[in-house]
């Protein structure tokens, strides 16, 4: 069975600081998406990780693809509130690319 | 352009009912996919249709079913609702290709709460 973990659950900082969430499995995935989700909205895709070391920005955002492609993080420099929201990882299930296995998020709060 | 559009955006409904949710993809998109997110979880996959067909099923019970419309829109129906079928049921419109098989975009969601 394919899982996704993501770690921390909760994270509470204030703003400027900096910070990295982790997304780890013991499964192989082809590729791994993070999405942000704010209350009352769908998630909305941030980034799509393919190659194994793979590094990707956006604005103060940086995501970053395991080698073994079996984990990803994301680090995001002088957080501002605007980051506050539900930052989700997600990746193709095995037998069907249409199909996507989530992990349960980290709940991230910026504080002004 | 107009997004993904789902209604109702929220209901209350009791134990034992049924339930129909509706979304409209992305003008141009032919396929949806549709995903239950119980509050504290990531979502979890229920179906996918594409040009009318049933492409793709999670693990849900036979009281969840759905069908796309020759429009592209789609229907989510669950039956004798439970307790558990409580959660946030999203809808996911996908562009056609191949490489649009993971460019989700998202509805703002049906919030259902059963009593």
């Known amino acids: 069975t394919q899982l996704l973990e993501q770690s921390p659950q909760f ?15 013991s499964s192989v995935f082809s590729s791994l998406q993070w ?14 990780v393919v190659t194994g070391g793979e590094v990707k920005k956006l604005k103060r955002l940086t995501f970053q693809f395991g080698d073994a492609r079996k984990d990803s993080s994301l680090h995001i420099t002088a957080a501002q509130p605007g980051d506050t929201g539900l930052y989700l990882c997600a990746g193709p299930h095995m037998d069907s690319n249409y199909q996507l296995i989530w992990g349960a998020g980290t709940k991230l709060i910026i504080k002004p | 352009d107009a997004g993904v559009t789902q209604s109702p955006t929220h209901l209350i409904k009791t134990r034992g ?7 409209s993809p992305i003008s141009g998109h032919k396929s949806v996919s549709w995903y239950q997110q119980v509050l504290g979880q ?5 179906f996918q249709y594409y040009e009318k067909e049933e492409r793709g099923r999670g693990n849900f ?9 020759p429009n592209y829109s789609s229907e989510l129906n669950v039956n004798a609702l439970l307790l558990g079928d409580s959660a946030l049921y999203l809808c996911a419109s996908l562009p056609p290709g ?3 098989a993971n460019v989700l975009t998202f509805g703002a969601g049906s919030r259902l709460t059963v009593l």
Not at chain 1, 11 to 25: A, D, K, P, R
Not at chain 2, 17 to 23: A, K, N, P
């Open chain 1, 11 to 25: 994270l509470s900082i204030q703003e400027g600081e900096n910070l990295t969430v982790y997304c780890n499995s």
């Open chain 1, 35 to 48: 999405y942000r989700q704010e209350p009352g909205e769908g998630p909305v895709l941030l980034v799509t």
């Open chain 2, 17 to 23: 009912q049924h339930v129909t949710l509706r979304c």
């Open chain 2, 42 to 46: 990531g979502p979890q996959f229920i």
């Open chain 2, 61 to 69: 019970p036979d009281r969840f079913s759905a069908r796309q419309f």
């Open chain 2, 98 to 100: 191949a490489a649009g």
